[in-house]
C-alpha cells in the first residue's frame, strides 16, 4: 500500500529531497488528470520519495483548477502555470528546471502509470548504475505500444536492441546524466518534440536497462481522437525539423552500419510516415512541396543498406523520390489506402526462382523503370502458425494448428521430422488457413519405423502467388510451439513401432525458444517413462512387508506386465506383484512378503511388453525435495528363517 503523505515540519525533521521526480505536461486533459496523476499518487513507492511537477501549459478546460485542487490533497504535487507554448516539449523543460530528483520520469496527462512502475524502475537503475531505464509499454483504448520490450536486460544496445525505435519521453531517466548531456526538448511543437532528447540521451548513455517483465506505462487513445500524434501538420515544415534531426544523427554516428540502422528507424517512422493519407490529402503544388522537402533527405541519409531494410512500401516511395518520380509516388500511395479488390490488394508476383514481388503498381513497366528489388518481399514472407492441438489416440500423435503465408494461396502443408540431417515429411489435410496431421511412430518413416531419437517437429507450407496451383511456388517452414506447456499429450508415453517393437514416446517445447520436440526411446534420461511413480513401504520385526506404489503409464498395453522389485548391491528380487488399472492409465501395484530377505533393498518397478524392458525407480511420497527420494525397505535379519532365505536366494 501506498505510504500516506506525512509532514516532516509536524515531525520535527527535514524533509528529504525525492528520489524521483515526475514530469507531467498538461494541456487540456481534464477529463484523463485523475486517472493520470492517480497512477503516481497509488505507486507502492514511498510517496514521500515522489515528487510531482505538472506544468499546465495555457489549458483552456479546467485542467489547471483541477490540478490546483488536487495539490490541496497532495503536498508532494507541485503545479506551475504558463501561457499555452504550442506543444509538450517547453512544459516539460519547465518542469526540468524545478525538479530535485535524483530520477526523472516524464508521464504525460493523458497516460498511466502501474501500480508497482516507479519502485521497480528505480531499483533496476540501482542495480545497473543505469543513466536511462526503458518500462514495457502497453497499448489502451484503441492505441498501440510503439515497441514491444520482451526481454528484461540490464544492459542493452541502441544498435542490437529494439530501445531506439521509441523516442518518447516516457521513461526513467537519471537526472545527473540529463544535467551532463543538456538535455532539452524542442519547443512549440506538437510532434515530434521528443527526438532530439531522446537520440541524444540513447546515445550518450553508459547504461540503458529494459524492464520488460511488468507493464510500467499505459499509453492511452483519447476519447476525440485528439492525440498530439492524430493532427495535421504542416508537413513541408516537418520535414524540414526533421532534416536538423538526423543531420543531429549524422553528426554523432559516423557513415556506416550502425547510422544505417538508426537511419531505418527514422525514415520508417518519421520521414516517409508523411508519405500516405496526409499526402494525398494536397493538391499537386501540395504534393510538390512535400516531395521537394523529403528529396533532401532520401539523397543524403537513404543508403542502399537503408534502402534495403525497408519494407516494400516504404521503399518504393523512397525510390520514387529519389527518382523523382512524382507520378508513381502518388499511385503507389493510392494502391496502399485502395480499398480492398483495388491496386495494392492482391497477391504477390512468384517467379520461377520463387521469389516474391508485392503487387505494386508499375511492377516490371518498361517505361518507369522501377528495379524489381524495390518490390521484392521474399525474406520478408513469413509463416504465420500456430499448433492449436495435440493428442494421443493410442499410438499415433494428432496435431493440429493454423499456418498460411499471408496473401499466397495455401498449395500444401506438411508436418516435418528432423534429426541430425533426416528429414521425414507427413501430408497434413489443411482447408480455410488450418490444418490437422496424424504422426505415427511406426510409419512415419516413409512408411517404416521411426529411429530412436530427438526429432524437431516443424510445419512447412507451400504457397501460390496469382496464379494458382501449378505456377511457381513459395516454401516455408516454422517450428511448431506448444502454447500450453503442460498439457496430458506432453506427458511421456509407450507407443508401438510394429516389427522395431515399443519405444519411449516424450514430447517437450526446449528451452528458451519453446520448439516442439519428440525425444523416441530416449532410455529415460531426458524424459523418464512414469516420472510419477510413488509409493510407500512398511516392515514389522518379523520381517512381514507390504509394498505399493502408484504410476501413469500412457498407452501402457492391456498384455504389459508390471512386478515390484528389490535390489542392493549384490541382488535383485522379483516379487509377486498384483496389478489394478484405473481410467486414465493409472496403475496400482502392491506386493506382500511375509518373510522377506534382511537387509535394505532399493524398490523399482519393472514394465516388460513385447521386447520393452525398462525398470521405473519408485520414490517416496512425500522426500524432499519432493517425490525424489528414492523408496527404501529395510527388513530385520529375524533368526535362522532368515539365513535359510538367505542361502535360498544365493546371499
Not at 40 to 56: C, H, P, Y
Request: charged residues 20%.
Amino acid at each position: 500500500m501506498p505510504v500516506p503523505d506525512e509532514s516532516p515540519a509536524a515531525a520535527g525533521q527535514q524533509a528529504a529531497p525525492p528520489t524521483v521526480s515526475v514530469i507531467v505536461p498538461v494541456h487540456n486533459t481534464r477529463p484523463y488528470l485523475d486517472r493520470s496523476l492517480g497512477s503516481v499518487f497509488s505507486q507502492t513507492l514511498d510517496q514521500r520519495r515522489i515528487e510531482v511537477i505538472a506544468v499546465d501549459d495555457g489549458s483552456g478546460d479546467g485542467s489547471g483548477h483541477r490540478l490546483d485542487e488536487l495539490a490541496r490533497d497532495h503536498p508532494h504535487l507541485k503545479v506551475i502555470h504558463q501561457p499555452a507554448s504550442g506543444g509538450p516539449g517547453k512544459p516539460r523543460n519547465i518542469g526540468l528546471a524545478h525538479a530535485g530528483g535524483d530520477y526523472v520520469f516524464f508521464l504525460d496527462s493523458d497516460d498511466r502509470l502501474g501500480t508497482e512502475a516507479l519502485a521497480r524502475l528505480i531499483q533496476m537503475a540501482e542495480t545497473h548504475r543505469s543513466d536511462i531505464v526503458y518500462g514495457r509499454i502497453v497499448g489502451a483504448d484503441g492505441r498501440d505500444a510503439p515497441v514491444d520490450l520482451r526481454t528484461t536486460s540490464g544492459s542493452v544496445s541502441v544498435y542490437d536492441s529494439p530501445v531506439y525505435w521509441t523516442l518518447a519521453a516516457y521513461k526513467l531517466f537519471r537526472r545527473s546524466f540529463i544535467e551532463q548531456h543538456h538535455l532539452r526538448f524542442a519547443e512549440g511543437r506538437l510532434l515530434a518534440e521528443d527526438l532530439p532528447f531522446g537520440i541524444t540521451a540513447l546515445l550518450r548513455a553508459r547504461t540503458v536497462s529494459v524492464l520488460a517483465d511488468y507493464d510500467c506505462y499505459y499509453l492511452h487513445g483519447r476519447d476525440d481522437d485528439s492525440n498530439a500524434s492524430r493532427q495535421e501538420l504542416d508537413w513541408p515544415e516537418h520535414l524540414g525539423y526533421l532534416a536538423g534531426v538526423l543531420a543531429d544523427v549524422a553528426a554523432q554516428v559516423p557513415p556506416g552500419p550502425d547510422r544505417d540502422k538508426l537511419m531505418v528507424r527514422h525514415f520508417h517512422g518519421e520521414v516517409l510516415a508523411a508519405f500516405a493519407a496526409p499526402y494525398l490529402a494536397r493538391d499537386t503544388d501540395g504534393r510538390r512541396k512535400m516531395a521537394d522537402a523529403a528529396r533532401p533527405l532520401v539523397e543524403r541519409y537513404l543508403t542502399d543498406r537503408v534502402l534495403a531494410a525497408l519494407p516494400p512500401r516504404l521503399r518504393l516511395r523512397a525510390h520514387c523520390l529519389r527518382a523523382g518520380l512524382d507520378t508513381e509516388l502518388t499511385g503507389i500511395i493510392r494502391a496502399d489506402t485502395a480499398l480492398p479488390g483495388d491496386a495494392g490488394d492482391g497477391p504477390p508476383h512468384i517467379d520461377a526462382e520463387g521469389r516474391a514481388y508485392a503487387a505494386y503498381p508499375y511492377f516490371r513497366d518498361p517505361d518507369r523503370g522501377i528495379p524489381d528489388a524495390c518490390y521484392d518481399l521474399t525474406d520478408r514472407l513469413v509463416l504465420r502458425q500456430q499448433l492449436t492441438g495435440l493428442h494421443w489416440v493410442g499410438g499415433v500423435l494428432h496435431l493440429r494448428g493454423t499456418a498460411a503465408l499471408p496473401g499466397l494461396d495455401t498449395g500444401a502443408v506438411e508436418l516435418v521430422l528432423l534429426r541430425s540431417g533426416t528429414e521425414h515429411r507427413l501430408r497434413a489435410h489443411h482447408a480455410d488457413g488450418a490444418w490437422r496431421a496424424a504422426l505415427d511412430p511406426a510409419t512415419a518413416a516413409g512408411g517404416g519405423p521411426l529411429d530412436d531419437g530427438l526429432w524437431g517437429l516443424k510445419v512447412a507450407v507451400t504457397a501460390h502467388g496469382a496464379g494458382g496451383a501449378g505456377t511457381p511456388a513459395v516454401h516455408r517452414a516454422a517450428w511448431l510451439c506448444p502454447e500450453d506447456r503442460d498439457p496430458a499429450g506432453l506427458r511421456p508415453r509407450l507407443v508401438g513401432r510394429g516389427a522395431a517393437g515399443p519405444a519411449v514416446a516424450a514430447l517437450f517445447p526446449s528451452d528458451p525458444h519453446g520448439h516442439l520436440h519428440l525425444d523416441l526411446d530416449g532410455a529415460g534420461a531426458r524424459h523418464p517413462l512414469g516420472a510419477d511413480l510413488r509409493g510407500e513401504a512398511h516392515c514389522t520385526r518379523t520381517g512381514r512387508a507390504t509394498l505399493a506404489a502408484g504410476v501413469t503409464l500412457p498407452g501402457c498395453p492391456a498384455d504389459a506386465q508390471l512386478q515390484l522389485v528389490l535390489h542392493n548391491a549384490a541382488l535383485t528380487v522379483a516379487l509377486r506383484t498384483t496389478v489394478e488399472r484405473a481410467a486414465g492409465d493409472r496403475f496400482t501395484v502392491r506386493s506382500l512378503l511375509r518373510s522377506g530377505p534382511p537387509g535394505t533393498w532399493r524398490v523399482g518397478l519393472r514394465l516388460t511388453t513385447g521386447g520393452f524392458h525398462r525398470e521405473l525407480p519408485v520414490h517416496t511420497a512425500g522426500g524432499r525435495p519432493a517425490g525424489r527420494t528414492p523408496l527404501i525397505l529395510t527388513i530385520p535379519d529375524t533368526g535362522p528363517g532368515a539365513a535359510g532365505l538367505r542361502r535360498l536366494l544365493g546371499g
